[in-house]
């Protein structure tokens, strides 16, 4: 009898262990660098939002992208095989679902979820594009040297993809986009009445976007993008526009950053790439790879891109 008990309950343990196996959440976003610890506005809001609902999780510094080709991106149950969740929203969604995060009809109203949903747009579809298309599209070299990017992802290769793949990849999206067909002062003023409409609806007398006493999504989301213009050491147009107009935008994001990222500092500074952390085989071939390291990259790439066309493209009509 004891005996029965006994195993009853090392199987409840185990499969308990088993379900919390699963859930265990693994957010892959770029090696932290300075000032402003990230360079991906998309992971800085999944990290927030992780952080302001309390998610176990563990952060995963890479290069390694998901299988669509993007960071950040989550995996659940295990760090190398587990499901992958490829985009920051989508991932959102999962982990709401599966952590019973408290933004739901009860505590956030239809229209609180709208508008979230309308600033989370706004600022990736429309806000970051133009920010893209300045700090890559125009200035990338002060982009990688200002960021060390070639220090912290630990490769001189990214830093060269950056500095030769970057600019035109970035132009030509913008001019499809239809952004790059203004003249750049008229680009400016589109992102400009983003951060003006951010700012409008923040007012003075609010601390976060949805009113409340404690940061939600909608906050995440702005701080992952302003914390681009305003910390990245670069002359964004942006920054100046939010530095004399939306005073109260400045204000939002020092308070944010002191509320949910006390580690901000010690993360800036902090060097790690995963991809490079464990294989000291490789160590010396990236130590070695100053000839030839475009080649090899373009050639990993190739692959990857090869391997994400076939899935992406599945169905289609070619
Ligand atoms: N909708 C995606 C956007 C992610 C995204 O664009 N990430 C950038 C880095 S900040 C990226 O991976 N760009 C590479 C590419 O688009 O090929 C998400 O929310 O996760």
């Not at 693994?26 to 309390?54: D, M, Q, T, W």
């Not at 914390?227 to 670069?234: G, K, N, S």
Request: net charge negative; hydrophobic share 35%; proline share 5%.
């Amino acid at each position: 009898m004891s005996t029965s008990t006994a195993s009853t309950t090392n199987d409840n343990d185990n499969e308990n262990q088993d379900q919390e196996d699963k859930k265990k959440v693994f957010v892959f976003n770029f090696p932290p660098v300075p000032h402003v610890y990230s360079i991906c506005p998309f992971g800085l809001k999944l990290e927030s939002f992780c952080r302001i609902n309390e998610i176990p999780h563990e952060t995963i510094w890479t290069t390694n992208v998901s299988k669509y080709g993007t960071l950040p991106y989550c995996r659940f149950g295990d760090k190398e095989t587990g499901e992958e969740i490829p985009d920051s929203n989508l991932s959102l969604d999962r982990l709401k679902q599966e952590f019973r995060v408290s933004e739901d009809a009860v505590t956030v109203s239809a229209a609180d979820r709208a508008l979230t949903h309308l600033i989370v747009r706004m600022l990736e579809e429309h806000t970051a594009q133009i920010g893209f298309y300045y700090r890559y599209g125009l200035e990338v070299p002060k982009f990688v040297e200002s960021l060390e990017i070639e220090d912290r992802f630990c490769r001189p290769v990214y830093a060269q993809g950056f500095l030769h793949g970057l600019p035109d990849a970035i132009k030509d999206k913008a001019l499809k986009r239809g952004i790059a067909r203004h003249p750049e002062e008229t680009i400016w003023k589109f992102s400009f009445d983003d951060l003006q409409a951010l700012s409008d609806l923040l007012g003075d007398d609010k601390t976060y976007f949805l009113g409340g006493e404690s940061p939600t999504l909608a906050d995440c989301a702005v701080f992952g993008h302003l914390a681009q213009f305003l910390w990245i050491p670069m002359d964004f147009p942006q920054k100046q526009y939010l530095k004399e107009h939306c005073p109260n935008l400045v204000q939002f994001m020092e308070h944010f950053r002191a509320r949910v990222w006390p580690d901000w500092e010690e993360l800036c500074n902090t060097k790690h790439n995963d991809k490079y952390a464990h294989a000291d085989a490789d160590a010396d071939t990236i130590n070695n790879n100053t000839k030839g390291e475009n080649d090899f990259k373009l050639k990993a790439d190739k692959k990857g891109g090869e391997e994400k066309k076939d899935e992406r493209t599945e169905g289609l009509d070619k």
